[in-house]
C-alpha cells in the first residue's frame, strides 16, 4: 500500500500541474464543452526498461493492480477535465509505403493508427467482413460492398470501440497502448499473396489530381479512381506484413508486446498470421518483441451442413468447399508447419482446430458456442418461424463439437451465447464465463505469459481457460441482449428459448427433472 500511496502522490502532482497548465491556456476564454470524458494521461515507460509493461503497471503494486487503476481512473478523471478538447481519441489514416500491396480493386491498401507515444504495447487489429471465391460473387461483393474491396470511400479517421477505446472505462487493461485498425479489403481471409493483373488496371494522376486513362484525360476530383478491365488482387497477408513494416518507423521498433487481434475472417486470419508476424520481425533484427495473438470468432468447424446446398456464394457453400475454391483463386498462403502437415490439402488450415497445433505464438481464442456465422454457413435459419427438432438437435451438437475442439486451448473464452464478434463491441465487458470477464481473463492471460517469462507461479485466482458448461444457447445470464426481430423487444432466455421451438416439457423429461426446476435453471444459467 506504501507503493500505491507514493506512486498515486507523483500522480497528484502531474495531473495538478498539467490542469493548472490547461486552466491556465483557457482562461478568459469559452471553454469548449468536451465530446466525451478524458481519459486519464498515459504513463510513460522508461524506454530502456526491461519489465514488460501493462498499463500504469508498476511492479511494486503487481497484486493489488485492480484497486490501483480504480484509484488513478478516479483521481485522473477528477483532476483533467480541460484536457478532452485537446486529446484525440481517433485513429488517423494511413496508406502504405509500398504502393504495390493493395486492396482487391488496386486501390492503395492502408491502416489507422492512433500513437500512444509513452507505451510500449502495440495492438493491430484485423477487420472481418467474409470473402469471395470467384469472379462472379467477387463482381457481386464489390456492387454491394465495395468497403470491403476498396480504399477509395475510406475515411480519413476512426473511433476505437471495445479492446480499441482509449477509454479506460471500455477498455480496462488496453486503453492506453498504441492502436492500429487494418481495414478488411482483400476479400481473402488475409491470406492472399496475388497481385493485380496489369492489363486489369491502369491508373495516373497528374498533379491537378485528373486522372490520365489510356490517355484520355478524366477530370475527377478524389483521391483514386480505378477502372475496371477485370481482375482483383487478393493480398491480404501482404497487406499486413506491410503495414507492420511501416509501424516499425512510427515506434514498434521500441515494442515490448505487439498483439494481433482479429474478428470473424479478421480472427482466421490471426491464426493464419501471427507466426507470419514474429518471423518478420525476427528476420528484421527486432527479436525482443513478444508476439501475440487473439482471435475472436473466427474459429470455425468444417462440419457437415445441415442442409446441403448449390455451392453459389460464401453464404450457402459449405465451409470446406468455399475455403477450397478460395484459396486457389487467392494464391493463399498458410503457416509453414500447417502446410507441410496438410500438402497438397492446405485450405485444412483454415479451421482453428487444424492449425493451432501448428502455431508456435501465444494465442487467446474467443469463440461464442453457438456462433451465428457458423450456423449461417451451416444454413440454420433463426428468424421466422420456429426451429425444427431436428434443426434444434443441430444446434447443439454444434456446442458440443465447438466445446470438443477447444478443449485443449490454453487460454480460451468460450461463453454458450448466441452471437458473432465481441471485442470491439462496446459490451465485451459485460459478458462473464463463470464469473470471470473477457477482460480480466485477457489480462489474465498477459500476466500469465509475462509471470512465465520471468520464471514465477502463474497468479492465483486469475483463469484464462474458460468455457461454458451449460448445453442450450444463451443459457449463460450474461450473453448479449437478444430482439425479436419483427417487434424489436428484448427476449430473456427462456423467451427465446421458446421462440425457437424449445420444448420445456420434453426437455425436462428428457432430463430427468420437473420442468419448474428446468426453467429455473434456465433463469440463472446453470
Known amino acids: 500500500m506504501t507503493a500505491i500511496r507514493?506512486?498515486?502522490?507523483v500522480l497528484l502532482v502531474v495531473l495538478m500541474q498539467s490542469g493548472a497548465l490547461c486552466a491556465r491556456r483557457?482562461?478568459?476564454?469559452?471553454?469548449?464543452?468536451?465530446?466525451?470524458?478524458?481519459?486519464?494521461?498515459?504513463?510513460?515507460?522508461?524506454?530502456?526498461?526491461?519489465?514488460?509493461?501493462?498499463?500504469?503497471?508498476?511492479?511494486?503494486?503487481?497484486?493489488?493492480m485492480d484497486n490501483f487503476m480504480t484509484q488513478v481512473k478516479n483521481l485522473a478523471q477528477s483532476l483533467y477535465p480541460c484536457s478532452a478538447q485537446k486529446l484525440d481519441?481517433?485513429?488517423?489514416?494511413?496508406?502504405?509505403?509500398?504502393?504495390s500491396v493493395t486492396c482487391n480493386d488496386g486501390s492503395p491498401a492502408g491502416y489507422y493508427l492512433k500513437e500512444s507515444r509513452g507505451s510500449r504495447r502495440w495492438l493491430i487489429f484485423l477487420e472481418g467482413g467474409w470473402y469471395c471465391f470467384n469472379k462472379e460473387n467477387c463482381d457481386s461483393r464489390y456492387e454491394t460492398m465495395r468497403r470491403l474491396m476498396s480504399s477509395s470511400k475510406w475515411p480519413q479517421t476512426k473511433t476505437g470501440t471495445g479492446i480499441l477505446s482509449p477509454l479506460p472505462e471500455e477498455n480496462p487493461h488496453w486503453w492506453n497502448a498504441n492502436m492500429v485498425f487494418i481495414p478488411y479489403c482483400s476479400?481473402?481471409?488475409?491470406?492472399?499473396?496475388?497481385?493485380?493483373t496489369e492489363q486489369s488496371k491502369k491508373w495516373l494522376t497528374d498533379k491537378n489530381h485528373d486522372i490520365l486513362f489510356l490517355s484520355v484525360v478524366i477530370p475527377y476530383r478524389a483521391a483514386f479512381f480505378v477502372l475496371f478491365l477485370g481482375g482483383y488482387a487478393f493480398m491480404g497477408s501482404l497487406i499486413i506484413q506491410e503495414v507492420v513494416k511501416d509501424l516499425l518507423n512510427k515506434g514498434l521498433d521500441n515494442a515490448k508486446v505487439l498483439l494481433l487481434a482479429g474478428?470473424?475472417?479478421?480472427?482466421?486470419?490471426?491464426l493464419l498470421n501471427v507466426d507470419r508476424v514474429a518471423e518478420l520481425l525476427e528476420g528484421l533484427g527486432h527479436t525482443g518483441i513478444q508476439v501475440r495473438g487473439l482471435s475472436d470468432s473466427g474459429w470455425f468447424l468444417d462440419n457437415k451442413q445441415y442442409h446441403c446446398t448449390d455451392c453459389v456464394d460464401t453464404v450457402s457453400c459449405a465451409p470446406t468447399e468455399t475455403i477450397k475454391r478460395g484459396i486457389k483463386y487467392w494464391g493463399g498462403v498458410v503457416p509453414e508447419r500447417c502446410r507441410q502437415t496438410h500438402q497438397g490439402e492446405e485450405w485444412n488450415c483454415f479451421f482453428g482446430y487444424r492449425v493451432f497445433p501448428s502455431i508456435k505464438s501465444p494465442v487467446?481464442?474467443?469463440?461464442?458456442?453457438?456462433?451465428?456465422?457458423?450456423?449461417?454457413?451451416?444454413n440454420i435459419q433463426l428468424t421466422g418461424q420456429p426451429v425444427q427438432e431436428g434443426q434444434w438437435r443441430y444446434i447443439q451438437n454444434l456446442g458440443i463439437e465447438l466445446r470438443n475442439t477447444l478443449k485443449d486451448v490454453p487460454a480460451m473464452f468460450a461463453p454458450a451465447c448466441l452471437s458473432h464478434e465481441v471485442i470491439t463491441r462496446n459490451y465485451w465487458t459485460d459478458v462473464q464465463v463463470k464469473g470471470t470477464s473477457l477482460p480480466r481473463a485477457l489480462h489474465c492471460w498477459d500476466r500469465s505469459l509475462h509471470d512465465n517469462r520471468n520464471n514465477k507461479a502463474p497468479p492465483k485466482g486469475c483463469p484464462v481457460h474458460l468455457i461454458d458448461s451449460c448445453p442450450w444457447?444463451?443459457?449463460?445470464?450474461?450473453?448479449?441482449?437478444?430482439?425479436?426481430?419483427?417487434?424489436?423487444?428484448?427476449?430473456?432466455?427462456?423467451?427465446f428459448l421458446m421462440h425457437m421451438g424449445f420444448d420445456v416439457q420434453k426437455m425436462a423429461q428428457q432430463q430427468g427433472m420437473d420442468p419448474s426446476k428446468l426453467l429455473g435453471m434456465l433463469s440463472s444459467g446453470s
Open 6 to 9: 507514493m506512486v498515486s502522490s
Open 187 to 196: 476479400s481473402d481471409v488475409w491470406s492472399g499473396a496475388k497481385a493485380k
Open 89 to 99: 481519441y481517433d485513429m488517423k489514416l494511413n496508406f502504405l509505403e509500398n504502393t
Open 263 to 270: 474478428s470473424s475472417a479478421g480472427g482466421t486470419g490471426v
Open 26 to 64: 483557457f482562461r478568459g476564454g469559452r471553454n469548449p464543452q468536451p465530446r466525451r470524458a478524458a481519459p486519464p494521461p498515459t504513463y510513460r515507460a522508461d524506454r530502456g526498461d526491461t519489465t514488460e509493461s501493462f498499463p500504469l503497471d508498476f511492479t511494486a503494486v503487481e497484486e493489488n
Open 473 to 495: 444457447p444463451h443459457c449463460n445470464p450474461t450473453c448479449p441482449t437478444i430482439r425479436d426481430q419483427f417487434t424489436g423487444q428484448e427476449m430473456n432466455v427462456i423467451q
Open 364 to 378: 487467446f481464442v474467443v469463440q461464442w458456442l453457438f456462433d451465428e456465422a457458423q450456423l449461417t454457413v451451416d
